[in-house]
T-cell receptor, first 109, second 113 residues
C-alpha cells in the first residue's frame, strides 16, 4: 500500500456544487494532518489543519478518520476561485511532512 | 517581502554543471526543508535540517547536497546536474511551536539540458 493516496481527478464541478476529496494514509503513527492548496506552477499554501474532532473554516470542512486512516476535505458552494490542486499532508516519522500527489479541482460556470 | 525566498526563480543549466539553489526565510523557524515536485510524483523530500548543526537526508538525496549557513539560510546544490533532475524545487520552513504546517517558498523551476 502506498504511503499516501489521493485520487488525482480532475473533479469537474459546477459553481455552487459541493465536492469532497479523500486522502488515505498507511502510517498509523501519523499525528498531524493538513490540507494544502496549490495553484498551477505556484507553491503549496496551507489551507487548513485537520483535527481529530473535525474542523470547519467557512466553506471548507476537514475531517479525520483514524480507524480507516483517511482524511477528507469538503468544499461547499464551490467558487471558480476554488479551482486548484489540493494536497494532503501528514507527519510520519521525525515530524516531516509527507504529501499526496494532489487532487485537481476544476469549478466551471 | 516574502517569508520564504528562493533564488533563482527559473534556471536552465547544462548536464554536468554544478548549480546551487538558495533559500532564505524571515520567519525565525528552526526547521527547513528542500522538496522537489514532479508531475504525478508529488512532493518528495530531498534534505531537511532541524537546526543549524543538523542535516538529514530525505527520500531522494542522491545527487544533491545542502548547506545550512545560518538559521535563515538553507542552500541546495546539484553536484553534477543531470536531465532527470529537471523539476520544480521548493524550500519550506516549519516550527513545532506553531504546529507542523509548512510555509513554502515560491519555488525554483530548474531545467537541465
Amino acid at each position: 500500500r502506498k504511503e499516501v493516496e489521493q485520487d488525482p481527478g480532475p473533479f469537474n464541478v459546477p459553481e455552487g456544487a459541493t465536492v469532497a476529496f479523500n486522502c488515505t494514509y498507511s502510517n498509523s503513527a501519523s499525528q498531524s494532518f493538513f490540507w494544502y492548496r496549490q495553484d498551477c506552477r505556484k507553491e503549496p499554501k496551507l489551507l487548513m489543519s485537520v483535527y481529530s474532532s473535525g474542523n470547519e473554516d467557512g466553506r471548507f470542512t476537514a475531517q479525520l478518520n483514524r480507524a480507516s486512516q483517511y482524511i477528507s476535505l469538503l468544499i461547499r458552494d464551490s467558487k471558480l476561485s476554488d479551482s486548484a490542486t489540493y494536497l494532503c499532508g501528514f507527519t510520519g516519522g521525525g515530524n516531516k511532512l509527507t504529501f499526496g500527489t494532489g487532487t485537481q479541482l476544476k469549478v466551471e460556470l | 517581502d516574502a517569508d520564504v525566498t528562493q533564488t533563482p526563480r527559473n534556471r536552465i543549466t547544462k548536464t554536468g554543471k554544478r548549480i546551487m539553489l538558495e533559500c532564505s526565510q524571515t520567519k525565525g523557524h528552526d526547521r527547513m526543508y528542500w522538496y522537489r515536485q514532479d508531475p504525478g510524483l508529488g512532493l518528495r523530500l530531498i534534505y531537511y535540517s532541524f537546526d543549524v548543526k543538523d542535516i538529514n537526508k530525505g527520500e531522494i538525496s542522491d545527487g544533491y547536497s545542502v548547506s545550512r549557513q545560518a538559521q535563515a539560510k538553507f542552500s541546495l546544490s546539484l553536484e553534477s546536474a543531470i536531465p532527470n533532475q529537471t523539476a520544480l524545487y521548493f524550500c519550506a520552513t516549519s516550527d513545532p511551536r506553531f504546529g507542523y504546517g509548512y510555509t513554502f517558498g515560491s519555488g525554483t523551476r530548474l531545467t537541465v539540458v
